[in-house]
């Protein structure tokens, strides 16, 4: 029941899902894989505060890790993190 939302959802995921599938010109959709990664990892930032340990646990969705993410999934998590900010 929320309707003063600046962003809508689906563009806040969309947006998202694009950062984790690699942002490239004249690409505007992600695959169904990052999208759903991008789910799980818009969801986590949602309910964490900006301090909490959020970084390592969506660089390991991203890179279906367990706990061990590598470089480049870093990398991501933490643009994703910054994206989502408000
Ligand atoms: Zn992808
Ligand atoms: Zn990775």
Redesign the pocket.
């Known amino acids: 029941m929320s309707t003063a939302t600046t962003t809508p959802r689906a563009a806040v995921l969309r947006e998202a ?1 694009l950062t ?3 942002r490239r010109e004249g690409k505007t959709k ?6 759903r990664k991008a789910d799980a990892a818009v969801q986590l930032a949602r309910g964490a505060d900006v301090n909490t340990r959020l970084l390592p646990r969506i660089a390991d969705i991203l890179c279906g890790s367990a706990g061990q993410p590598c470089a480049a999934c870093w990398d991501k998590a933490t643009t994703l993190i910054l994206e989502l900010r408000p």
């Open positions: 899902a984790v599938c690699g992600a695959c169904n894989s990052c999208l």
